[in-house]
């Protein structure tokens, strides 16, 4: 063979340090080349699973808002401390509101706490009916040693 004429099996057709391109991949096999389509598109799937994010959204939040609307029709008590007299070693003296409708009756649990916040004395009284939305009581708590603070536990409607 002529050595000025090259043999096209063994010559190297492309530029040296060029990678060669890669095969073209057959039309529609893999699905639509990215780019090629025009504008933005969502699929189907991610269309769904937004739609389901949005109900599972919608449908919690109408559940809080029921379960508000119920709390707050149903009657309920509140309440605050307002201060606290160490009478004597043996006595503490609380004062505390409650709120509720006017007319409803509560029983309160109310505690005396010596200074490492253990119960020293406690007694549950029963408050109402008022005709005001929100009282002011004052109970005295025996003990068992001397209180360093006194507070309501808590309050239930009685039945």
């Known amino acids: 063979m002529d050595r000025s004429t090259p043999d096209p099996e063994t010559t190297d057709q492309h530029a040296p340090g060029a990678e060669a391109p890669a095969p073209a991949l057959p039309a529609g096999r893999y699905g639509v080349a990215p780019g090629s ?94 005709e005001a939305r929100t009282a002011r009581y004052t109970v005295s708590v025996a003990t068992s040693e001397e209180a360093t603070t006194g507070n309501v536990t808590v309050c239930d409607l009685a039945d």
């Open 37 to 130: 389509r025009p504008g933005l598109r969502v699929g189907r799937r991610v269309v769904s699973w937004y739609a389901v994010a949005i109900t599972v959204f919608c449908v919690l939040g109408t559940a809080v808002v029921a379960w508000i609307a119920v709390d707050n029709a149903t009657g309920s008590v509140e309440w605050k401390g307002y201060g606290f007299e160490v009478v004597s070693p043996e006595q503490v003296d609380v004062t505390f509101d409650v709120t509720m409708e006017p007319g409803s009756v509560a029983t309160c649990t109310i505690d005396a706490m010596n200074p490492s916040f253990a119960q020293v004395g406690s007694i549950d009284v029963t408050v109402g009916p008022n």
